[in-house]
Nanobody, 123 residues
Framework: QVQVVESGGDSVQSGGSLRLSCATS????????MAWYRQAPGKKREAVAC???????RYTDSVKGRFSISQDKSKNTLTLQINSLKREDTAMYYC?????????????????WGPGTQVTVSS
């Protein structure tokens, strides 16, 4: 059974940085892709970054240049580096995974989800 668990959320000031991690386990092969989502209070959950099984990455426009997704499959870890944090980045952040390769990993329907980690940005 695939499991993903996020960590690294915190309360930080605007302009600061955070590094979120997602520990993964249970994958039976290396052919899977993953994403970071976030959901702010009263808003829909949105995909912010994803990494395909071939290593290619995609970002939603609002985070380009500030967020960086990376993965180390040998350490079963997915990471999201967030720089220049803004108040509008405040949200619960989730990592998600699915086997295979995606034509559009930002709009994919993911099967495996973590419980989330809270990021709060204050001015």
């Amino acid at each position: 059974q695939v499991q993903v668990v996020e960590s690294g959320g915190d309360s930080v000031q605007s302009g600061g940085s955070l590094r979120l991690s997602c520990a993964t386990s249970g994958f039976v092969n290396n052919l899977y892709f993953m994403a970071w989502y976030r959901q702010a209070p009263g808003k829909k959950r949105e995909a912010v970054a994803c990494i395909n099984s071939d290593g290619t990455t995609r970002y939603t426009d609002s985070v380009k240049g500030r967020f960086s997704i990376s993965q180390d499959k040998s350490k079963n870890t997915l990471t999201l580096q967030i720089n220049s944090l803004k108040r509008e980045d405040t949200a619960m952040y989730y990592c998600a995974a699915k086997y295979g390769w995606s034509r559009s990993c930002l709009t994919e329907g993911y099967r495996y989800w973590g419980p989330g980690t809270q990021v709060t940005v204050s001015s």
